[in-house]
């Protein structure tokens, strides 16, 4: 379902966004508050990558952090 038609039935709205990367999660936050809607108000958004990024914003982002073999 698109975003536009979530948009327009309510009872069938999205509870959270999980993006591949922690710089599309941004852009999604960006494009949520430009359709009016709040973080973590209206919808929960997740990135990958764990970025010094995703810190700076509006809200923090949540983000998933995998650590590799060398990070052990």
Known sequence: ????AC???PSQRRTA?????DI???GVLEALAEAGLSVPGD???AGY???????FGPVSLT?????G????
């Open 1 to 4: 379902m698109s975003w536009t």
């Open 7 to 9: 948009r327009s039935r």
């Open 17 to 21: 966004i999980f993006a591949g990367a």
């Open 24 to 26: 599309t999660a941004m």
């Open 43 to 45: 919808i929960s958004v």
């Open 49 to 55: 990558g764990n970025t010094t990024s995703a810190s």
């Open 63 to 67: 983000s998933v952090d995998q650590a």
């Open 69 to 72: 073999p060398r990070d052990r």
